[in-house]
């Protein structure tokens, strides 16, 4: 019962995980559009470390390269430590780790091809004025550091018994992921995407659960809809459009999780160890709600040791630094260069063509070119789309993009240095999938308010 829990434990659940709901759930306007203050928080920083940041981010990624180096020729102990955590990885990822590098280089020091130099790839990752990578250390101080608010004082326990009904029929997650869900929605996929990671780490969420909340729920921000509707154009229709994401990405979150490629990941802990779905059920002598205050207060009550979790916080800021930055570094780079320098996207989008010319949406063939190169960024499919006449045309090409929501620059990237069971293959394959399912609802919505 409730009753034995002390009032500091009661403090520990009620506060801290109001103060985590206002800083990663509540949009508020400051004049910029809508955002949660975490992201206020971290854009305030990057605007007073402009000047430095892009160099900070290179040295970063040297000493993960380095660091991951040495650790191949130092023995692995049998306890795991703070070393082993930020540096022991395996060739493949050292060696992405040595292309951010590389590819900072080439960028900063304005040395090599064009397509590594240029702003539209490398810069559009490291240039210190609003950068991904660079805004990513940013966001990632502040969340690495708070998100045990959300995490670690019984929110998700206390609201996943009350969800489990509506989460697990429709979605196969746990209740407790309304709350991840709700982040990634009112605030930002990233932030979305490192607390997923984190409850996967913690056993919370099974294998499969973990990357179908990553690749289903992390939808991109208001404000950068907005950006996606300015480029292309369309600001006047941001009700539809907006409204036409929340529908088209709920649908596809009852569909990809009981289709290949997320069907087919193993149902398991990170482990290995078969989960405990049966702790989800309520027991007898409780209601959802009370069983999940007692959830809460038990989640609050191992966690009374606030230094243990601020030095845990510091220890997931270093993680995401050293493990997750150098990544996106990489891979958004060597997509944006096939996006800008070759033909590769183009090329797969030609099959999308006679689909959209059967579907009836205006210069299909300009259309088509859009569908795939959205993988490399998503704003891209806007820019190249910016030119087309059609309204409806452009209409549908912003809709589709924003609903593909795997991009390697930023989301794609983030997934891929976490410890998600997501490689590249099947982030493109996901993104494929979520194409071929959104086309035709996105054209048939297009083709009714057009």
């Given at each position: 019962m409730?009753t034995k829990?002390?009032p500091?434990?009661?403090?520990?659940?009620?506060?801290l995980?109001?103060?985590?709901?206002?800083?990663?759930?509540?949009?508020?306007?400051?004049?910029?559009?809508l955002?949660?203050?975490?992201?206020?928080?971290?854009?305030?920083?990057?605007a007073?470390?402009?000047s430095?940041?892009?160099?900070?981010?290179?040295?970063?990624?040297?000493?993960?390269?380095?660091?991951?180096?040495?650790?191949?020729?130092?023995?692995?102990?049998?306890?795991?430590?703070?070393?082993?955590?930020?540096?022991?990885?395996h060739?493949?990822?050292?060696?992405?780790?040595?292309?951010a590098?590389?590819f900072?280089?080439?960028y900063?020091?304005?040395?090599?091809?064009?397509?590594?130099?240029?702003?539209?790839?490398?810069?559009?990752?490291?240039?210190?004025?609003?950068?991904?990578v660079?805004m990513?250390?940013?966001?990632?101080?502040?969340?690495?550091l708070?998100?045990?608010?959300?995490t670690?004082?019984?929110?998700?326990?206390f609201?996943?018994?009350?969800?489990?009904?509506i989460?697990?029929?429709?979605?196969?997650?746990?209740g407790?992921?309304?709350i991840?869900?709700?982040?990634?929605?009112?605030?930002?996929?990233?932030?979305?995407?490192?607390?997923?990671?984190?409850?996967?780490?913690?056993r919370?969420?099974?294998?499969?659960?973990?990357?179908?909340?990553?690749?289903?729920?992390?939808?991109?921000?208001?404000?950068?809809?907005?950006?996606?509707?300015?480029?292309?154009?369309?600001?006047?229709?941001f009700?539809?459009?907006?409204?036409?994401?929340?529908?088209?990405?709920?649908?596809?979150?009852?569909?990809?999780p009981?289709?290949?490629?997320?069907?087919?990941?193993a149902?398991?802990?990170?482990?290995?160890?078969e989960p405990?779905?049966?702790?989800?059920?309520?027991?007898e002598g409780?209601?959802?709600?009370?069983?999940?205050?007692k959830?809460?207060?038990?989640?609050a009550e191992?966690?009374?040791?606030?230094?243990?979790?601020i030095?845990s916080?510091?220890?997931n800021?270093?993680e995401?630094?050293?493990?997750?930055t150098?990544?996106?570094m990489?891979?958004?780079?060597?997509?944006?260069?096939?996006?800008?320098?070759?033909?590769?996207?183009k090329?797969l989008?030609?099959?999308f063509?006679?689909?959209?010319?059967?579907?009836?949406?205006?210069?299909?063939?300009?259309?088509?070119?859009?569908?795939?190169?959205?993988?490399?960024?998503?704003?891209?499919?806007?820019?190249l789309?910016?030119?087309?006449?059609?309204?409806?045309?452009?209409?549908?090409i912003a809709?589709?993009?924003?609903?593909?929501?795997?991009?390697?620059?930023?989301?794609?990237g983030?997934?891929?240095g976490?410890?998600?069971?997501?490689?590249?293959?099947?982030l493109?394959m996901?993104?494929l999938?979520?194409?071929?399912?959104?086309?035709?609802?996105?054209?048939?919505?297009?083709?009714?308010?057009?």
């Open positions: 409730t829990f002390t500091y434990t009661w403090f520990l659940f009620i506060v995980s109001v103060v985590g709901i206002f800083l990663f759930i509540t949009p508020i306007d400051l004049g910029e559009g955002k949660v203050p975490i992201a206020i928080l971290a854009n305030t920083l990057s007073n470390v402009v430095f940041i892009h160099w900070f981010a290179f040295i970063v990624f040297i000493i993960a390269a380095i660091g991951s180096i040495i650790m191949h020729f130092i023995p692995a102990k049998n306890e795991r430590t703070l070393m082993d955590s930020l540096f022991r990885v060739w493949f990822w050292t060696t992405m780790r040595i292309l590098v590389i900072a280089a080439m900063l020091f304005q040395i090599g091809p064009e397509a590594f130099t240029s702003d539209y790839t490398s810069g559009l990752l490291l240039t210190p004025d609003g950068g991904l660079t990513m250390f940013s966001l990632f101080l502040f969340a690495g708070l998100l045990p608010l959300l670690d004082f019984g929110l998700l326990e609201f996943g018994s009350m969800m489990v009904k989460m697990r029929p429709l979605f196969l997650i746990p407790r992921a309304a991840d869900c709700l982040a990634s929605f009112v605030g930002d996929g990233t932030i979305g995407v490192l607390l997923t990671n984190r409850q996967y780490e913690e919370n969420y099974t294998a499969r659960e973990a990357a179908t909340i990553a690749t289903t729920f992390s939808v991109v921000s208001i404000t950068f809809c907005f950006v996606v509707l300015e480029t292309i154009d369309m600001s006047n229709y009700v539809q459009f907006y409204l036409t994401v929340i529908f088209v990405s709920i649908v596809l979150a009852v569909i990809m009981r289709v290949f490629p997320l069907s087919r990941i149902d398991t802990n990170i482990d290995g160890t405990d779905k049966k702790s989800e059920d309520v027991p409780f209601n959802v709600f009370s069983f999940g205050l959830n809460a207060l038990e989640k191992s966690n009374k040791n606030l230094g243990q979790v030095g916080g510091f220890k800021v270093l995401m630094w050293f493990a997750i150098p990544i996106i990489a891979f958004g780079t060597i997509a944006l260069v096939l996006a800008e320098y070759t033909s590769v996207f090329i989008g030609l099959p063509e006679p689909i959209l010319a059967l579907l009836q949406i205006p210069e299909a063939g300009a259309a088509a070119q859009t569908m795939i190169v959205g993988f490399a960024d998503m704003l891209l499919p806007s820019v789309g910016a030119g087309i006449e059609s309204e409806m045309t452009r209409f549908f809709t589709v993009s924003v609903t593909q929501l795997i991009y390697m620059s930023e989301v794609g983030l997934i891929l976490t410890k998600l069971p997501l490689n590249i293959w099947r493109f996901i993104f999938i979520r194409t071929i399912i959104s086309i035709p609802i996105v054209a048939a919505i297009a083709h009714i308010l057009f």
